[in-house]
């Protein structure tokens, strides 16, 4: 009796294991694909939440820094370095109780909506809060401030003697 021994001449990579590794390629590439997508998206809304601290500060700061707070003018004293316009009183966020309006500003930088809110309010004889409120709203289409009650909110508060 004669045995035949077959030998498998052949080198290479079965059909199977193509399909295996070309999976396990398309599962590193998606991966990949949906961590850089939200990496970007984080920087935006990031770069969104940064621009709207150092507009609110900016205003502040320049608000406290005038002569009469009562007669501070945005739009009079940025209006050459930044699109800033005034608005009606109901385009914008809702004055907190117990303060009072200065002003409603549409300030547009980056193609990005902000809406600000200045008020102001009388802590002490001779001690007042100045506050700044931007709103702002991101989502994947695009920008808009559709609803300021949902939007993203940034607030600061400086005081200063009168």
Known sequence: MTTTKYTHSAAGFTFNEVMAAILVLTIAVLGTSAYRYHATMDVRKADDKTTSARTASLLCETWRGTADPNAFDPVSQFGSELTISSLASNEGPQVPTSWTRLGTYQIIIDDVDYRALLV???????????SVTIVWEWNQQGQSLSNPVLSKTFKITTYVTI
């Open 120 to 130: 102001w309010r009388d802590i002490s004889p001779g001690l007042r809060a100045l």
